[in-house]
Antibody, heavy 122, light 108 residues
Framework: QITLKESGPTLVKPTQTLTLTCTFS??????????VGWIRQPPGKALEWLAL???????RYNPSLKSRLTLTKDTSKNQVVLTMTNMDPVDTATYYC??????????????WGQGTLVTVSS | SYELTQPPSVSVSPGQTARITCSGD??????AYWYQQKPGQAPVLVIY???ERPSGIPERFSGSSSGTTVTLTISGVQAEDEADYYC???????????FGTGTKVTVL
């Protein structure tokens, strides 16, 4: 079965760079049509679509955050890494990674990780 | 950037029907998806491609589309359906994804 898990720091300081890793199993990012994305949710607020990387290294970013986000994948390790620069307290949120496929469409997600809470504070 | 608008809340009695709308200019061109999120849990996909139901999702969940508005309908609402619901789609060119503002469904 498909599983995903997010890992990374729980606390970062303002202006620092956040690096989160999504480790997954049950699928391969070398399979045509497969992708992994990131979504975040500030406490008590709505979901926000952040970014997505496909098997062919096609990357999509939220235009509002594009200048701060970078996605990379390591197919051999079954991992996707999200970096977000210049962190601010408003970036405090639970960060989720999730599975997608071109069959599912519209940059949507069918399997989600449990999420990891990242707090930005000095 | 592109936005999807949902009502903040919907209240419904057990056994009745809940309807949640989602409005966006690109919805005539792009499919909509619906997620259910219960407190402290990750979202769960309940409807994909406007009206398709993933395996394991009860039949009381259905979706429809009309112009710039899509609707999630929960028929015969049960107490366990109390949750936040989010629509999701893509911008008109399919370049990036976007989530709706979210709707809290309360079962009275």
């Amino acid at each position: 079965q498909i599983t995903l898990k997010e890992s990374g720091p729980t606390l970062v300081k303002p202006t620092q760079t956040l690096t989160l890793t999504c480790t997954f199993s049950g699928f391969s990012l070398s399979t045509s049509g497969v992708g992994v994305g990131w979504i975040r949710q500030p406490p008590g607020k709505a979901l926000e679509w952040l970014a997505l990387i496909y098997w062919n290294d096609d990357k999509r970013y939220n235009p509002s955050l594009k200048s701060r986000l970078t996605l990379t994948k390591d197919t051999s390790k079954n991992q996707v890494v999200l970096t977000m620069t210049n962190m601010d307290p408003v970036d405090t949120a639970t960060y989720y990674c999730a599975h997608t496929s071109t069959i599912l469409g519209e940059l949507s997600f069918d399997y989600w990780g449990q999420g990891t809470l990242v707090t930005v504070s000095s | 950037s592109y936005e999807l608008t949902q009502p903040p809340s919907v209240s419904v009695s057990p056994g009745q029907t809940a309807r949640i709308t989602c409005s966006g200019d690109a919805l005539p061109k792009q499919y909509a998806y619906w997620y259910q999120q219960k407190p402290g849990q990750a979202p769960v996909l309940v409807i994909y491609k406007d009206s398709e139901r993933p395996s394991g999702i009860p039949e009381r969940f259905s979706g429809s589309s009309s112009g710039t508005t899509v609707t999630l309908t929960i028929s015969g609402v049960q107490a366990e359906d109390e949750a936040d619901y989010y629509c999701q789609s893509a911008d008109s060119s399919g370049t990036y994804g976007v989530f709706g503002t979210g709707t809290k469904v309360t079962v009275l």
